[in-house]
């Protein structure tokens, strides 16, 4: 998989090169371009922004250095067009799935806006090349498009076959199945008094796997109350119809909807 990044402070990419992202480029698992903006300016003072059109705080990224950019990895023989991510807090938010679609794709093109944004006529130009995806890392402004791009770089990169050791890894942790991950521990099994749970000492591994699954239940229902109510109750096993219950959630035509009253004795159906 191809990812370009274009940003006036490449620099701030640079954490990309080390751990398992920076071993999977040295691997050839991923390739990853990080490309200075202002080397597509042609001014001397190498601009890149101006004032807005209507007046108004701030400044704007202008046109041209982004269409010469750009223009500079369209390959007018590929079969797909690439996507170009436009980082943003005015874009669809970032999660998992995402993650996962983002993954699939071949070809990733990354542009790191600052200031107040990029001029709205560069995305509508480049729909003819690419598949443009304005996208958020959540409900807060950052400065710039670059620390958005890091967490989104790696979030996908993560899930390219061979960049993450242990695979299996990828299918217990938070999000992969919609529910926040259930609590890990490590040795000594007593710690300034405090204990392991028992069954996780147990070897039992279907007590382990049930008890994994509550414990997700209930940290999800604590924490992300809004992502139980997403779940698809469909293959919900009797004991977490129960603890959902319990939870004050009733599962009613594959879906998980809030009851009335938390904390009700479980119905027997
Ligand atoms: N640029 C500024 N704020 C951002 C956010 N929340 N997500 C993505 N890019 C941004």
């Known amino acids: 998989m191809r990812f370009d990044v274009f940003s006036i402070f490449p620099q ?28 597509f300016t042609t001014d001397k003072h190498r601009s890149v922004d101006d004032t807005p059109y209507g007046g108004g705080a701030g400044m704007v990224m202008k046109p041209e250095p982004w269409a010469q950019a750009l223009e500079s990895i369209i390959d007018t023989a590929a079969e797909t ?29 990354f542009a790191c806006g600052r200031y107040e944004g990029i001029d709205e006529r560069v ?22 498009g670059e620390v958005a791009v890091l967490a989104m770089v790696e979030a996908i990169g993560r899930l390219l076959p061979g960049v993450v050791g242990n695979p299996e890894s990828l299918v217990e942790e938070s999000h992969a199945d919609g529910l926040l991950e259930y609590p890990v521990y490590t040795k000594p099994s007593t710690w300034r008094e405090r ?13 382990i796997a049930k008890y994994r699954k509550e414990q997700s239940l209930r940290r999800t229902s604590a924490r992300r ?4 109510e997403q779940m698809d109750a469909t293959n919900l096993s009797k004991a977490e119809r129960n603890t ?18 938390p904390g009700s004795t479980p119905t027997q159906d």
Do not use: M
């Open 81 to 109: 067009k690439p996507t170009l991510i436009v980082p943003s807090p005015a874009g669809e938010v970032f999660n998992q799935a995402l993650a996962y679609e983002l993954a699939e794709q071949e070809h990733l093109v």
């Open 195 to 207: 204990d392991v749970p028992d069954v996780l000492l147990s070897g039992n591994h279907a007590k």
């Open 244 to 261: 959902l219950w319990e939870l004050g959630y009733a599962v009613v035509d594959h879906k998980v909807a809030r009851r009335a009253a």
């Open 225 to 228: 109350p809004e992502l139980i």
């Open 12 to 39: 701030y990419l640079a954490p990309l090169e080390l751990s398992l992202i920076g071993k999977a480029r040295k691997d050839g698992l991923l390739e990853l371009n990080v490309h200075e903006l202002r080397e």
């Open 123 to 144: 995305l509508e130009w480049a729909e003819e090349h690419f598949t443009v995806r304005p996208i958020s890392l959540g409900d807060y402004v950052l400065n710039g």
